[in-house]
């Protein structure tokens, strides 16, 4: 009687496992490299309004303090952006130097506070949906810095995401909570937090007397069970 199957059929199912195994493999990989916030939304830059707000000129030359314009970040939830007010109040005529004033760049601005309306600033930094509120002031006031989130603003012309903000991020932070933490008077110092918080991921034991108090006091916390209030940042 002759065969009803080729004799190379009894590997068949060999190859197609194998088969099945690599296709599977390539996907999982493929969605671990290019389906994450690292790889979709740093870099992330809109188009402002206007002639859009120069960091690198108002945080960088001028060293104002991120505190000027994001008012509620110490007592809020949310770091608010500036009202039109605000950004008149340096924006007045008499009130800049010559060669600090830019003319008909923020003619965008001067008109929104005469027709007393809002700037339409696009957002930059989104987390997902399942964040329900970031609360910044607990941040601010633990002493992380605005540069461990949002990078070196005081050199960014125009603003973009810096950091992917997903949940392992997050993680890696709160698990090395000592390589993170500067003190709340050194939040919004970008060009020092920059340099100590580098070296001190190199090894060096740079942390602040108010900045060692705070993370021993996250660390005795962490040891004794983690935080439990996940509803904190989980709404």
């Known amino acids: 009687?002759?065969?009803?199957?080729?004799?190379?059929?009894?590997?068949?199912?060999?190859?197609?496992?194998?088969?099945?195994?690599s296709a599977l493999t390539t996907v999982a990989a493929g969605t671990w490299y290019w389906a994450t916030p690292d790889?979709?939304?740093?870099?992330?830059?809109?188009t402002q309004p206007g002639s859009g707000f120069n960091h690198q000129i108002h945080a960088g030359r001028l060293g104002m303090d991120c505190r000027y314009c994001h008012t509620n970040v110490e007592d809020s939830h949310w770091a608010n952006i500036?009202?039109?007010s605000?950004?008149?109040g340096?924006?007045?005529?008499?009130?800049?130097?010559?060669?600090?004033?830019?003319?008909?760049?923020?003619a965008f601005i001067r008109e929104a506070y005469a027709a007393d309306e809002s700037i339409p600033w696009r957002r930059v930094h989104k987390l997902p949906d399942y964040v329900g509120n970031f609360p910044h002031h607990m941040h601010v006031r633990a002493?992380?810095?605005c540069f461990s989130c949002h990078g070196q603003i005081r050199g960014m012309p125009v603003v973009y995401q810096e950091q992917g903000l997903g949940m392992g991020w997050c993680l890696d932070c709160h698990r090395n909570v000592e390589d993170n933490i500067v003190g709340?008077?050194?939040?919004?110092?970008l060009v020092w937090a920059e340099q100590h918080l580098k070296e001190r991921a190199q090894g060096a034991d740079n942390a602040t007397p108010e900045a060692k108090q705070i993370i021993k006091s996250l660390q005795e916390s962490i040891a004794g069970g983690g935080p439990q209030n996940c509803g904190a940042c989980h709404q």
Request: include cysteine.
């Open 1 to 21: 009687m002759s065969m009803l199957f080729p004799r190379w059929m009894n590997a068949l199912p060999t190859v197609v496992a194998i088969g099945a195994i």
């Open 39 to 46: 790889f979709w939304e740093v870099g992330y830059m809109p």
């Open 82 to 84: 500036p009202t039109a």
């Open 86 to 88: 605000t950004c008149m």
């Open 90 to 106: 340096c924006h007045t005529e008499q009130k800049l130097k010559p060669e600090y004033d830019p003319g008909d760049k923020v």
């Open 143 to 145: 002493g992380v810095s």
């Open 184 to 189: 709340p008077s050194k939040v919004t110092d």
